[in-house]
């Protein structure tokens, strides 16, 4: 007799030529008052909701700001661009100050600075220019 199983089945796995199961790692530790993050892998509609709610998560009220570190990025599409501009209006919306790190001739890059003029305010391409953008400790 056969028994009919209803449960969906599991998501096709995703890996790009990854080991891991997860398109991206988030770490994220706070130094004289700015938190400070980094994301490794890639970024896509997939993850971007949850990066984006762990990223905001991260950020306590007392915190001076966020510095995002994206060198470690291989991918980034539209989803992605579209969160950081939402996480830099959260923080605007609380006072808080937003860098991203990536460096110049970085593709990920080139596709946020296509996106608007907005960017240019929050993108640096090293840690040490971004700490000093945002007033955090050099």
Known sequence: AYR???TPAPPARRTRGRVSDELATLRVRERGGIVLAVVEGEIDLSNAPGL???LTAAVPNSAGGLLLDLTGIEFLDSSGVHMLYDIAD???TRQQRFAVVLEANAP???AIELSGVEPAAWLHTDQ????AAIGGPS
């Open 108 to 110: 990920p890059r080139r």
């Open 4 to 6: 009919l199983d209803r």
């Open 90 to 92: 959260r923080l605007a």
């Open 128 to 131: 040490s220019a971004a700490l």
């Open 52 to 54: 984006q709610g762990e």
